[in-house]
């Protein structure tokens, strides 16, 4: 994604959960103004997301939780296999996995497969990586896995840019 299109989308008016995770309440745009968001799309159901992806996330969120103005926030972006992936199910996977940060659950509107969110960042599958300035702004959409050092380093470096 170029620079030019990333600056067309902002988390916030993109970002539409039915329920939340490891919060007591939902995660508004205030909470996350000023922040370097990291958001996690991904399915518990999805092999590379379960073996590879949720472990690196919780590494990074171990590491960054300390720093002020980072956060990482988890979305559950269900695209198939809906009835075996509902809320009971993700509670469950998610202290099975030891995840802590915040997930939400992305919303569905009747006649579309993709989930809200999903659609409205353009994802192509899961899993996948947004990291967001602190401005709000959508820098990437990554599918796939990257190494932990390259989150991190992309975070930070994101943090220290002059806002």
């Known amino acids: 994604m170029n620079d030019a299109s990333?600056?067309?989308?902002?988390?916030a008016p993109a970002l539409s959960a039915d329920r939340w995770f490891n919060t007591p309440r939902p995660l508004t745009a205030a909470d996350l103004d000023?922040?370097?968001v990291l958001l996690y799309a991904f399915q518990m159901l999805c092999p590379?997301?379960?073996h590879e992806a949720t472990p690196l996330v919780n590494r990074v969120h171990r590491l960054t939780r300390d720093r002020p103005g980072i956060e990482v926030v988890g979305?559950?972006?269900v695209f198939e296999n809906h009835e075996a992936m509902g809320p009971?199910?993700?509670a469950g996977y998610l202290g099975s996995a030891g995840v802590r940060f915040p997930v939400g659950v992305d919303r569905h509107e009747p006649g579309h497969d993709a989930p809200v969110t999903m659609?409205?960042?353009q994802l192509i599958g899961t899993p996948s990586f947004v990291p967001v300035d602190r401005q709000g702004v959508v820098r990437?959409?990554?599918f796939g896995v990257l190494s932990e050092q390259a989150l991190i380093s992309r975070l930070e470096r994101m943090q220290a840019e002059a806002g």
Not at 6 to 11: I, N
């Open 119 to 121: 659609r409205r960042l």
């Open 140 to 142: 990437d959409r990554i």
């Open 88 to 90: 009971q199910a993700l």
């Open 48 to 50: 590379l997301c379960v």
């Open 6 to 11: 990333a600056r067309t989308l902002r988390l």
């Open 34 to 36: 000023g922040k370097v």
């Open 75 to 77: 979305l559950h972006t």
